[in-house]
Protein backbone atom coordinates (compact mmCIF):
# COMPACT_ATOMS: atom_id res chain seq x y z
CA UNK A 1 0.00 0.00 0.00
CA UNK A 2 1.34 3.38 -0.71
CA UNK A 3 2.05 5.85 2.28
CA UNK A 4 0.35 8.28 -0.01
CA UNK A 5 -2.89 7.79 2.04
CA UNK A 6 -1.18 8.34 4.99
CA UNK A 7 1.03 11.54 3.79
CA UNK A 8 -2.64 13.11 3.02
CA UNK A 9 -4.64 12.30 6.11
CA UNK A 10 -1.97 14.16 7.97
CA UNK A 11 -4.02 17.45 9.37
CA UNK A 12 -7.41 15.67 9.06
CA UNK A 13 -10.29 16.03 11.75
CA UNK A 14 -10.41 12.99 14.27
CA UNK A 15 -13.12 10.76 13.06
CA UNK A 16 -16.08 11.50 15.70
CA UNK A 17 -17.14 7.67 15.56
CA UNK A 18 -13.50 6.28 16.83
CA UNK A 19 -13.38 3.90 14.09
CA UNK A 20 -9.61 4.78 13.64
CA UNK A 21 -9.40 2.60 16.79
CA UNK A 22 -11.43 -0.25 15.49
CA UNK A 23 -9.13 -2.78 13.52
CA UNK A 24 -12.39 -4.63 12.03
CA UNK A 25 -14.61 -3.70 9.07
CA UNK A 26 -17.20 -0.58 9.47
CA UNK A 27 -20.49 -0.57 7.34
CA UNK A 28 -21.08 3.25 5.97
CA UNK A 29 -24.47 3.48 4.61
CA UNK A 30 -27.19 6.47 3.58
CA UNK A 31 -30.60 4.53 4.01
CA UNK A 32 -34.16 5.93 3.39
CA UNK A 33 -37.36 4.68 5.85
CA UNK A 34 -37.32 1.76 4.44
CA UNK A 35 -33.54 0.90 4.34
CA UNK A 36 -33.40 1.55 0.73
CA UNK A 37 -30.17 3.06 -0.55
CA UNK A 38 -31.04 3.35 -4.14
CA UNK A 39 -32.27 3.34 -7.62
CA UNK A 40 -31.85 2.52 -11.18
CA UNK A 41 -27.96 2.32 -10.09
CA UNK A 42 -28.19 5.49 -8.13
CA UNK A 43 -27.71 6.73 -4.43
CA UNK A 44 -31.34 7.91 -3.17
CA UNK A 45 -29.92 11.23 -1.70
CA UNK A 46 -26.96 13.78 -1.44
CA UNK A 47 -27.37 15.91 0.94
CA UNK A 48 -24.28 18.56 2.07
CA UNK A 49 -24.51 17.14 5.42
CA UNK A 50 -24.16 13.70 4.97
CA UNK A 51 -21.34 14.07 2.62
CA UNK A 52 -19.71 16.05 4.95
CA UNK A 53 -19.96 13.02 7.60
CA UNK A 54 -18.77 10.54 4.88
CA UNK A 55 -15.79 12.70 4.39
CA UNK A 56 -15.18 13.02 8.21
CA UNK A 57 -15.22 9.20 8.58
CA UNK A 58 -13.30 7.67 5.94
CA UNK A 59 -10.93 10.71 4.90
CA UNK A 60 -7.39 9.20 4.82
CA UNK A 61 -8.68 5.81 5.41
CA UNK A 62 -9.38 2.86 3.16
CA UNK A 63 -13.05 2.19 0.90
CA UNK A 64 -14.41 -1.05 0.15
CA UNK A 65 -17.06 -0.42 -2.65
CA UNK A 66 -18.42 -2.37 -6.26
CA UNK A 67 -18.34 -1.35 -9.72
CA UNK A 68 -21.61 0.14 -9.24
CA UNK A 69 -20.69 2.05 -6.81
CA UNK A 70 -17.99 3.45 -8.53
CA UNK A 71 -20.24 4.86 -11.62
CA UNK A 72 -22.06 6.88 -8.46
CA UNK A 73 -19.07 8.77 -7.81
CA UNK A 74 -17.59 12.18 -9.07
CA UNK A 75 -16.25 11.53 -12.44
CA UNK A 76 -16.61 7.91 -12.13
CA UNK A 77 -13.24 7.84 -10.33
CA UNK A 78 -12.26 6.59 -6.37
CA UNK A 79 -12.24 9.69 -3.90
CA UNK A 80 -9.25 11.80 -3.10
CA UNK A 81 -7.50 11.27 0.39
CA UNK A 82 -8.76 7.28 0.41
CA UNK A 83 -7.44 4.25 -0.53
CA UNK A 84 -10.07 2.15 -2.33
CA UNK A 85 -10.78 -1.38 -3.03
CA UNK A 86 -12.62 -2.10 -5.89
CA UNK A 87 -14.58 -5.68 -6.28
CA UNK A 88 -14.85 -6.41 -9.80
CA UNK A 89 -14.32 -8.94 -12.40
CA UNK A 90 -13.59 -6.88 -15.04
CA UNK A 91 -9.79 -7.51 -15.94
CA UNK A 92 -8.88 -4.35 -17.61
CA UNK A 93 -10.84 -1.82 -14.96
CA UNK A 94 -7.53 -0.62 -12.98
CA UNK A 95 -6.20 0.12 -16.70
CA UNK A 96 -9.35 1.97 -17.57
CA UNK A 97 -9.45 4.06 -14.38
CA UNK A 98 -5.79 4.98 -14.56
CA UNK A 99 -6.44 5.92 -17.82
CA UNK A 100 -9.24 7.84 -16.96
CA UNK A 101 -8.02 9.30 -14.01
CA UNK A 102 -5.14 11.06 -16.37
CA UNK A 103 -7.48 12.44 -18.64
CA UNK A 104 -9.90 14.03 -16.20
CA UNK A 105 -6.73 15.39 -13.91
CA UNK A 106 -5.17 16.68 -17.37
CA UNK A 107 -8.29 18.49 -18.47
CA UNK A 108 -8.81 19.52 -15.37
CA UNK A 109 -5.51 21.22 -15.31
CA UNK A 110 -6.11 22.85 -18.67
CA UNK A 111 -9.45 24.45 -17.10
CA UNK A 112 -7.77 25.60 -13.66
CA UNK A 113 -9.80 22.92 -11.85
CA UNK A 114 -8.35 20.76 -9.21
CA UNK A 115 -9.24 17.39 -10.28
CA UNK A 116 -7.89 14.47 -7.93
CA UNK A 117 -8.17 10.68 -7.84
CA UNK A 118 -7.34 8.68 -4.77
CA UNK A 119 -5.01 5.16 -4.78
CA UNK A 120 -7.27 2.68 -5.45
CA UNK A 121 -6.62 -1.52 -6.16
CA UNK A 122 -9.00 -3.86 -8.11
CA UNK A 123 -9.83 -6.95 -6.55
CA UNK A 124 -11.30 -10.14 -8.72
CA UNK A 125 -12.69 -12.05 -5.70
CA UNK A 126 -12.82 -12.15 -2.45
CA UNK A 127 -9.74 -14.30 -1.52
CA UNK A 128 -7.63 -11.15 -3.08
CA UNK A 129 -10.17 -8.74 -1.41
CA UNK A 130 -9.32 -10.72 2.38
CA UNK A 131 -5.68 -10.69 1.11
CA UNK A 132 -5.50 -6.80 0.92
CA UNK A 133 -7.59 -6.03 3.65
CA UNK A 134 -5.56 -8.31 6.23
CA UNK A 135 -2.17 -6.01 4.90
CA UNK A 136 -4.45 -2.96 5.89
CA UNK A 137 -5.21 -3.97 9.02
CA UNK A 138 -2.05 -4.95 9.68
CA UNK A 139 -1.11 -1.63 9.45
CA UNK A 140 -3.86 -0.72 12.06
CA UNK A 141 -6.08 1.26 8.53
CA UNK A 142 -9.54 1.57 9.63
CA UNK A 143 -11.42 -0.38 6.38
CA UNK A 144 -15.00 1.31 5.27
CA UNK A 145 -17.18 -0.75 3.50
CA UNK A 146 -19.37 1.34 1.59
CA UNK A 147 -21.28 -0.24 -0.83
CA UNK A 148 -23.53 -1.28 -3.01
CA UNK A 149 -26.30 -3.78 -2.03
CA UNK A 150 -24.60 -7.09 -3.24
CA UNK A 151 -21.00 -6.00 -1.35
CA UNK A 152 -23.04 -4.97 1.64
CA UNK A 153 -24.89 -8.55 2.29
CA UNK A 154 -21.25 -9.96 1.09
CA UNK A 155 -19.42 -8.32 3.85
CA UNK A 156 -21.61 -6.97 6.58
CA UNK A 157 -21.05 -10.34 8.60
CA UNK A 158 -17.66 -9.29 9.09
CA UNK A 159 -18.04 -6.29 10.55
CA UNK A 160 -17.69 -4.63 13.73
CA UNK A 161 -20.07 -1.92 13.62
CA UNK A 162 -22.39 0.29 11.12
CA UNK A 163 -22.06 3.97 10.56
CA UNK A 164 -25.97 4.64 9.23
CA UNK A 165 -27.39 7.99 7.64
CA UNK A 166 -31.39 7.10 8.35
CA UNK A 167 -33.23 9.49 6.16
CA UNK A 168 -36.74 10.42 7.59
CA UNK A 169 -38.13 9.76 3.97
CA UNK A 170 -39.28 6.67 2.25
CA UNK A 171 -38.36 6.84 -1.44
CA UNK A 172 -40.79 5.06 -3.87
CA UNK A 173 -39.86 2.75 -6.41
CA UNK A 174 -36.25 2.21 -4.89
CA UNK A 175 -34.97 -1.45 -5.75
CA UNK A 176 -31.48 -1.63 -3.64
CA UNK A 177 -31.41 -2.02 0.01
CA UNK A 178 -29.22 -2.23 3.43
CA UNK A 179 -29.80 -5.18 5.16
CA UNK A 180 -32.75 -3.88 7.96
CA UNK A 181 -30.18 -3.84 11.87
CA UNK A 182 -33.23 -3.57 13.53
CA UNK A 183 -34.33 -7.30 13.03
CA UNK A 184 -30.68 -8.84 12.70
CA UNK A 185 -30.08 -10.97 15.68
CA UNK A 186 -26.46 -9.74 16.63
CA UNK A 187 -27.00 -5.90 15.47
CA UNK A 188 -27.53 -3.61 17.67
CA UNK A 189 -28.33 0.24 18.07
CA UNK A 190 -25.81 1.65 20.19
CA UNK A 191 -25.03 5.16 19.91
CA UNK A 192 -26.92 8.12 18.17
CA UNK A 193 -24.42 10.44 16.36
CA UNK A 194 -26.31 13.90 15.73
CA UNK A 195 -29.33 14.93 13.30
CA UNK A 196 -29.14 17.45 10.45
CA UNK A 197 -31.52 18.57 8.01
CA UNK A 198 -30.38 18.78 4.44
CA UNK A 199 -31.66 19.83 0.87
CA UNK A 200 -32.97 17.11 -1.60
CA UNK A 201 -34.13 17.88 -5.11
CA UNK A 202 -37.07 20.45 -4.15
CA UNK A 203 -37.48 19.83 -0.20
CA UNK A 204 -35.50 19.65 2.84
CA UNK A 205 -35.30 16.05 4.45
CA UNK A 206 -34.40 15.31 8.25
CA UNK A 207 -31.59 12.98 9.01
CA UNK A 208 -30.09 10.78 11.95
CA UNK A 209 -26.76 9.87 12.11
CA UNK A 210 -26.48 5.96 14.03
CA UNK A 211 -23.63 3.41 15.02
CA UNK A 212 -24.82 0.46 15.20
CA UNK A 213 -22.59 -3.04 17.05
CA UNK A 214 -22.19 -6.24 15.58
CA UNK A 215 -22.46 -8.44 18.86
CA UNK A 216 -20.78 -11.60 16.87
CA UNK A 217 -18.98 -10.78 13.54
CA UNK A 218 -17.33 -13.27 11.46
CA UNK A 219 -13.49 -13.81 11.17
CA UNK A 220 -12.44 -12.21 7.57
CA UNK A 221 -9.61 -14.14 7.78
Known amino acids: MSDTIREQAVGQEVCPCHCC ?4 LTAVAAVDANWAI ?11 P ?10 GHTLIIGR ?21 HNPDLATELTSKAEAA ?20 DTESLKA ?18 SVYRLLLPYCHEAIITHYHHAVPDADAFFPDLARLRHWRLTENLGEA ?18 THPLMLF
Not at 21 to 24: C, I, N
Not at 39 to 48: H, N, P, Q, S, V
Not at 50 to 59: K, N
Not at 135 to 149: D, I, N, S, W
Open 21 to 24: QFRG
Open 38 to 48: GRDEELLFRTR
Open 68 to 88: KTLSTLPRGLPLANRYTLILS
Open 132 to 149: EVAVLQAMGEAVFVCGGA
Open 197 to 214: EGKHESSVVRMSFHRYTN
Open 50 to 59: DMRHFQQITT
Open 105 to 124: IAEGREKGINVAAGNFSVCG
